[in-house]
């Protein structure tokens, strides 16, 4: 199975929230730089994370993003089915062939679907930051205060 770059790129956003920014709102445009992601795209993509409630926006000075949930509730299966769709729609034959095919095995897909998204269902956020750190991925620096004049 090969994941899009639309749902590769949301789970580097997602995770990059979730490593690096603890309860302060990050930036799209830092994390489309931390991530190399386009910030036009990351704002889609976290439009529709935010519609599924998994981030929340802030806006005006100092906002950004945050995660609406703790990383520990958060799974990559939310967050692929968040800018993808379910699972079973995105797993599966492709067009009918045409005429009937009697003895095709379309139970595979379903069998398939359910493997795919059990594993990405168990694997959230924080076992991924737990992962990181055991690997030495560093963490960004926290940013110093900010004055406007």
Known sequence: MHLSQKAQYAICGVFDLAY???ARPIQV?????RQRIPARYLEQIFQSLRKARLVHAKRGPGGGYTLARPAAEI?????????EGPLEERIGPGPPPLGRVAARPTFVWL?????VGG???RTSFESLCREALRRSVPRAEAEGPMYHI
């Open 29 to 33: 445009r830092v994390i489309g730089e």
């Open 111 to 115: 069998r398939m679907a359910s493997a």
């Open 75 to 83: 799974t990559l299966r939310d967050v692929v089915e968040a800018v």
């Open 20 to 22: 690096n920014g603890g």
């Open 119 to 121: 594993a990405l269902e």
